[in-house]
């Protein structure tokens, strides 16, 4: 779903290792990789990976790849959760702009200086203010979403302009986005071509901090206050670094077929963006649509830019902008425990197939706030990248019957509910 920067830890840096002894799970000859290579070469496509091996992921579990095909999960689901409705998607985002407006009225209207004399209680109310405009906002963010992924309605016009005035909405490029998420489904897991998330191997790490600097980030990514600052600028600027510098996505750019890619590179200022037509993310053909995103943001850009100047910054700071970064925070954090887990692989390419990146993620839960306000983006995401067609009010359902052909296959943490998503976002 949504994309962030690759982030290392000692956890998932341990991922699979070989060993050379019998097992009934598929080979993966000579290519198969760890989440972030500390493991041994063979790991990495330098030497063949035995025939026969158990493969054992960061928890000293058996890892065990998918047997079933993709088709053999189509099938097991349900006609009916294939079936979409325009009518029921609309309802969903009315509720959402109604919880976003009715919040700001209640809000704009009765925390008032004459209400709550006391600063540090309006302080107080204005930041639940903040928060809840940002769930609300998540919400709505997961709505376009289901828009870029034709699974709103069954008119693709009706779903790209729905999400369109959406996603601009929260300073999305809708469109750009749209056409680099399409590849991230298409090739998750994949070192070579995913989209996000994609992990810095040790030898990256290595050779663009020098040896002295490899080994003082080794030294120091355990100690709690690394872990929180790294784990704060994920969240606070994770998702506009993407859109900005595709900070996360693969950065093999040199090998897009239409010589876009040449000399460009992932980074500020590496000609590799969600806003540039001529963005090595894009073909010759996309270049309309990512124009028409540009302008999604301009209208967005100018109408916030009028609502500043006529009520004040500071106001629209706290009622558009705060909730604008809780939105960011909660998309990145989504998207990192959706792929992010020890008990996850990524693979090289020679060892990645659709069906086995599909399965390298993860279902959690967030409880109420994840099923009714996020719309099961949390609780779903398995099923999302295996038929992400299916609109998420049937999600639920269609998880459960991938579940009988997933096997061992099929991964989720629910421990603890909200509260046991909330530690794994720290523990992970």
């Known amino acids: 779903m949504v994309p962030m920067p690759g982030v290392s830890s000692t956890t998932t840096t341990q991922f699979l290792r070989a060993r050379e002894v019998p097992c009934n799970s598929d080979s993966a000859r000579g290519s198969l990789s760890s989440s972030m290579t500390e493991t041994k070469d063979v790991l990495m496509g330098k030497e063949a990976l035995p025939s026969e091996a158990t493969l054992v992921d960061a928890y000293g579990k058996e890892f065990k790849l998918p047997k079933y095909t993709t088709k053999e999960i189509r099938d097991a689901i349900p006609a009916h959760c294939y079936q979409k409705s325009a009518l029921r998607g609309f309802l969903y985002i009315a509720r959402d702009i109604s919880l976003l407006t009715s919040t700001f009225y209640l809000f704009h209207n009765y925390v008032t200086p004459t209400a709550f004399p006391s600063a540090l209680t309006r302080f107080a109310l204005w930041s639940l203010y903040t928060l809840l405009q940002g769930f609300y906002g998540t919400g709505v963010w997961v709505l376009?979403?289901?828009?870029?992924?034709?699974?709103?309605?069954?008119?693709?016009?009706?779903?790209?302009?729905?999400?369109?005035?959406?996603?601009?909405?929260?300073?999305?490029?809708?469109?750009?986005?749209?056409?680099?998420?399409?590849?991230?489904?298409?090739?998750?897991?994949?070192?070579?071509?995913?989209?996000?998330?994609?992990?810095?191997?040790?030898?990256?790490?290595?050779?663009?901090?020098?040896?002295?600097?490899?080994?003082?980030?080794?030294?120091?990514?355990?100690?709690?206050?690394?872990?929180?600052?790294?784990?704060?600028?994920?969240?606070?600027?994770?998702?506009?670094?993407?859109?900005?510098?595709?900070?996360?996505?693969?950065?093999?750019?040199?090998?897009?077929?239409?010589?876009?890619?040449?000399?460009?590179?992932?980074?500020?200022?590496?000609?590799?963006?969600?806003?540039?037509?001529?963005?090595?993310?894009?073909?010759?053909?996309?270049?309309?649509?990512?124009?028409?995103?540009?302008?999604?943001?301009a209208v967005a850009g100018s109408i916030l830019y009028y609502l500043g100047q006529r009520f004040g910054w500071a106001n629209l700071f706290v009622w558009y902008f705060i909730p604008y970064l809780w939105v960011n925070h909660w998309l990145v954090a989504i998207a990192y425990l959706q792929h992010t887990d020890p008990s996850l692989p990524h693979y090289t390419p020679k060892a990645w197939t659709f069906t086995r990146g599909a399965a390298a993620t993860i279902d959690r839960d967030f409880g109420f706030i994840g099923r009714h306000l996020f719309h099961s983006v949390i609780e779903t995401h398995v099923l999302h990248h295996y038929v992400s067609t299916i609109p998420f009010y049937h999600a639920a359902e269609a998880t459960e019957a991938i579940k009988g052909v997933m096997g061992e296959c099929y991964r989720s943490d629910t421990e603890g509910g909200m509260l046991g998503w909330l530690a794994a976002l720290w523990r992970v």
Request: charged residues 20%; proline residues 4%; negative net charge.
């Open 144 to 297: 376009a979403h289901e828009c870029g992924h034709q699974a709103f309605s069954e008119s693709r016009s009706l779903n790209d302009i729905t999400g369109w005035i959406l996603h601009s909405a929260l300073l999305v490029p809708y469109f750009s986005f749209k056409l680099s998420h399409s590849k991230h489904h298409a090739y998750t897991g994949n070192l070579a071509r995913d989209m996000v998330l994609v992990p810095k191997t040790r030898e990256v790490y290595a050779t663009r901090m020098g040896k002295l600097g490899h080994e003082l980030s080794e030294l120091a990514e355990e100690t709690p206050i690394w872990s929180a600052l790294e784990l704060l600028g994920l969240l606070l600027i994770g998702w506009p670094y993407y859109l900005l510098a595709n900070e996360g996505g693969h950065d093999n750019h040199a090998t897009q077929r239409e010589g876009r890619g040449i000399g460009k590179h992932n980074g500020l200022g590496g000609g590799v963006n969600h806003f540039d037509p001529s963005s090595p993310l894009f073909a010759d053909k996309d270049r309309r649509l990512v124009i028409w995103s540009d302008i999604g943001l």
